[in-house]
């Protein structure tokens, strides 16, 4: 048994049983995977895999337990590499953090600044992307964090942490009809063109549902994932936006006007995730409790460390 075997099986998991996606990632050919998954079946003698002649189709019963002890092994493997690199540099290595635009942009260069302050060693590698990508990416291991409003609580096996509480704002031009009214109603809004987040992103799912339960279909004319991009459509007097509030600035943006959506709009909750069972290194903590100061590390490190099956 080694650990290249074990590689295989996980991302044949993963990959949805595509072995030429798991060669790809594992830098092999796909007969090598082949190989490999079917020395570890024999060595073990169970069938891990169900089979269509060549193809993997899916998992056996046996396959899935296999799956959740080989998912452990290659965690807790991981984290002997990272300890070694714990004690071998207390504060230097190389944090990498994927978040949303909208998180990457407003919510983390405060969090960054004083984090280099008190890491001056260790590098930062942000990654932009949706939450499904950022929630791929923390479950294998290509980021240490995961920040995103939307979908990092339905992955079973990321521990994920509410951080703060934001809502959505209205962007118009200055001088436009809908600054008349007081309150904005769904009804105004559904009236004018709109501009928005892609789906997936920044509260989208929130903004969609006010919508739906007032029976509402709004003509959404454009989406992007990200807000300068919708404030500047709205300035060329493309539609209406709706963005996070927190990311209009009245000072820089100049020409447009935002009106609070609270009343219209759920209240959104931005999330940090990080996979269950990982080894944290001392900046990682501080980072988090950096960025959510409410979260103690003891807390963190019981969250990160309760098997799966004690979380639900």
């Not at 296999?66 to 290595?93: F, W």
């Not at 949706?130 to 990321?158: C, M, N, R, Y």
């Not at 809502?167 to 009214?181: E, F, M, Q, T």
């Not at 996070?244 to 447009?256: E, I, K, P, Q």
Request: hydrophobic share 40%.
């Amino acid at each position: 048994m080694n650990f290249q075997q074990l590689r295989s099986v996980r991302e044949a998991a993963r990959r949805n049983y595509n072995l030429t996606e798991v060669a790809n990632a594992l830098f092999t050919s796909q007969p090598g995977v082949s190989r490999q998954i079917r020395e570890l079946e024999d060595e073990l003698g169970v069938v891990i895999f169900e089979r269509n002649g060549k193809r993997l189709t899916g998992m056996t019963e046996p396959g899935k337990g296999i799956l959740k002890i080989i998912d452990r092994l290659l965690v807790e493997a991981e984290n002997l590499q990272h300890a070694s690199r714990e004690y071998a540099g207390q504060d230097s290595g190389t944090l990498t953090i994927a978040a949303t635009h909208t998180q990457a942009r407003y919510a983390l260069p405060k969090v960054v600044q004083q984090f280099r302050q008190l890491f001056p060693n260790v590098r930062i590698a942000l990654q932009q992307s949706a939450p499904e990508h950022i929630a791929q990416w923390v479950l294998s291991g290509k980021a240490d964090i995961g920040i995103a409003t939307e979908g990092l609580s339905t992955f079973a096996d990321l521990v994920s942490f509410p951080c703060y509480r934001w809502s959505h704002a209205i962007v118009v031009p200055d001088g436009h009809p809908l600054l008349g009214h007081s309150p904005i109603r769904l009804q105004d809004l559904a009236e004018y063109p709109l501009i928005t987040y892609d789906v997936g992103f920044t509260g989208r799912g929130h903004l969609d549902d006010a919508f739906a339960q007032a029976g509402l279909r709004p003509d959404i004319v454009l989406t992007a994932m990200d807000s300068d991009v919708i404030k500047q459509y709205v300035s060329l007097g493309l539609g209406v936006g709706i963005v996070a509030s927190m990311a209009f600035d009245h000072g820089r943006d100049r020409g447009l006007r935002a009106v609070e959506a609270s009343h219209l709009f759920a209240v959104n909750t931005t999330r940090l995730a990080v996979r269950r069972g990982v080894y944290l290194r001392r900046y990682a903590y501080e980072f988090i409790q950096q960025f959510a100061p409410e979260l103690r590390r003891t807390d963190i490190e019981r969250a990160v460390t309760q098997p799966e099956d004690e979380a639900a």
